[in-house]
């Protein structure tokens, strides 16, 4: 009973009460019509809002609380830890620098030194600072995704609600609070598209030079920033013609700025760990086979090409079909930034030749952006949900038994995962056919 109160009251935090809320607001305006203040009765709606939404993210704070203190009890009772393997493999590359020492120093660590330096309070603090650093940044990523719809069209009452698709998520919850950094780059990406919506488009370089240093995934945005800073090409004009008007001020301050940044974070940290910063961070990931079991469509072929002379060269091969889908993506929504970032991430994943269950945070924190502008009916959407899940299941099964039995249940892995690609292509169709952009919306409106 105390577990069904508990739902009742999120769900109320989230939804209020919606007639109570147009009765609310039909009397203010009669009232501002009366008194003339209307600005002040917007700032009364604003902040009534406003403190809704501070329950709601009070309530995703105590969730994730509670589940910290969880996770203490259980890495220090149980024998199935609640940290994530990769947290302690932060914390040690934080304790290399606080040493004088290069981060690399600890095996398996691949990402930017700017991490480690960020989690150095692990070290001289608690073991437990980088984990409230990532719950923080979950939800200050709600808050970006709330600007966002309401920049976007969206009432403040139902981006409150599509928040709740983050907030509440439970995949977003155990990622951040097992130590995980993905919402980090969650908050930078969703910054970048905030700044370029809201035309900072200085600011927005900045976060997005950043953002791919902290991150490589994000260069894929490259081609879709582009074309919108540069406008749709005019039937009118020649392909020369329509080429250099490509190379406008907007884009190329953009990429003056984010490519300083880049480049400038990268040299120095070249200056101080030299060419191992650049393998380790940047490299690795490209020419990277991993033959351990994950969601990939390329898993099992990797693993049993792994001693061949040309493994190499297949493993860069499998950038191919995700080249091509990300150009096409870009072309065909490109009057759609945060849609089109959709799109390109949950494909690059989706084709991606390493895929875990993390990787879903980079499409994840774009979604509430694309559900409210999606058609589906419920029943379909919950129907769609549910077949995401039962994908996953079906691939955790066998899983399971080769991790933890023993096991040789590799095919079933890999026919598990052609089975989550199909339902993942399956999703990403429904969407994009039930999506309705901003000027189509406003049209059947008219």
Known sequence: MGLLRLVRFLW????????????????LDSLCRLSG?????????????????????????????????????????LQLKYTDVDYHVFTDASRF??????????????????????????????????????????LLSA?????????????????????????????TIGVSTRGNAESLLAVLVLSSLLCLESRRRTSAALLFGLS?????????????????????????????????????????????????????????????????????????????????????????????????????VLSLVCFLPQLLLLLLSSLAFRSDLPFCCFIHTAVFVSFNKVCTSQYFLWYLCLLPLVVSRLTL???????????????QALWLSPAYYLEFEGWNTFALIWIAGLLFLLINSLILGQIISHYRPADAQLKKTD
């Open 37 to 77: 203040a209307s600005r002040v009765c917007v700032r009364v709606r604003e902040r009534e809002m406003d403190a809704r939404l501070c329950v709601l993210l009070s309530a995703a704070v105590l969730i994730r609380c509670v589940l910290l203190c969880i996770g203490v009890y259980q890495d220090q009772n």
């Open 12 to 27: 109320s935090a989230v939804t209020w009460n919606r007639d109570a809320e147009v009765w609310v607001s039909r009397k």
């Open 97 to 138: 620098i606080t040493q004088g020492q290069s981060p690399y120093e600890r095996s398996t660590y691949r990402y930017t030194p700017l991490l480690a330096l960020l989690l150095t309070p692990n070290v001289l603090l608690s073991a437990h600072c980088g984990k409230l650093l990532f719950v923080g940044c979950d």
């Open 377 to 391: 009916g419920w029943r379909r959407g919950l129907g769609l949900l549910l077949l995401w899940f039962v994908g």
């Open 143 to 171: 808050l970006l995704l709330f600007r966002l719809l309401v920049l976007r069209g969206s009432s403040r009452s139902s981006a409150r609600v599509y928040c709740g698709l983050w907030l509440f998520n439970p995949l």
């Open 212 to 312: 791919v240093h902290m991150k490589i995934y994000p260069v894929t945005y490259t081609l879709p920033i582009a074309l919108s800073l540069t406008g749709a090409p005019s039937r009118g004009r020649g392909l020369i013609q329509n080429l250099l008007r490509c190379f406008n001020r907007d884009l190329l301050q953009f990429a003056a700025v984010s490519g300083s940044v880049f480049l400038a974070l990268n040299l120095i940290f070249y200056a101080l760990y030299g060419w191992e910063f650049l393998q380790e961070s940047y490299l690795f990931h490209l020419t990277r086979r991993d033959i351990r079991h994950n969601f990939s469509p390329y898993f099992y072929m990797l693993y049993v090409t792994a001693e061949h002379r040309w493994s190499g």
